[in-house]
């Protein structure tokens, strides 16, 4: 995939999928279509890219996307931040 752009959509495509698949039923506060998932922080080398992402639902996930330009692959990472805390050096 050599275009970044390309690749963050199919990114924020498969997370759209993740979370329908992922949901609480129970859970309707929010219509899946209207998501807003945002890149964090994207890189690619050589044939690889990487991509750190997010949404507008306040669950604490995030989301990581590799994809291997070898294999044409691309993994899927899910992430619950459970703490934030400042420590003082």
Same mark, same amino acid.
């Given at each position: 995939?050599?275009?970044?752009?390309?690749?963050?959509?199919?990114?924020?495509?498969e997370i759209r999928k993740y979370i329908q698949d992922h949901i609480d039923k129970t859970d309707t506060d929010f219509?899946? $279509?209207k998501v807003d998932i945002y890149t964090v922080?994207?890189?690619?080398t050589l044939q690889n890219s990487k991509a750190l992402l997010s949404t507008n639902i306040h669950d604490g996930m995030y989301y990581e996307c590799t994809y291997n330009g070898d294999r $044409?692959?691309?993994y899927l990472d899910a992430y619950k931040?459970?703490?934030n805390k400042e420590i003082q050096l």
């Open positions: 995939m050599n275009d970044s752009a390309k690749f963050v959509a199919v990114c924020q495509n219509d899946i $279509n922080w994207t890189c690619k $044409n692959q691309l931040k459970f703490e």
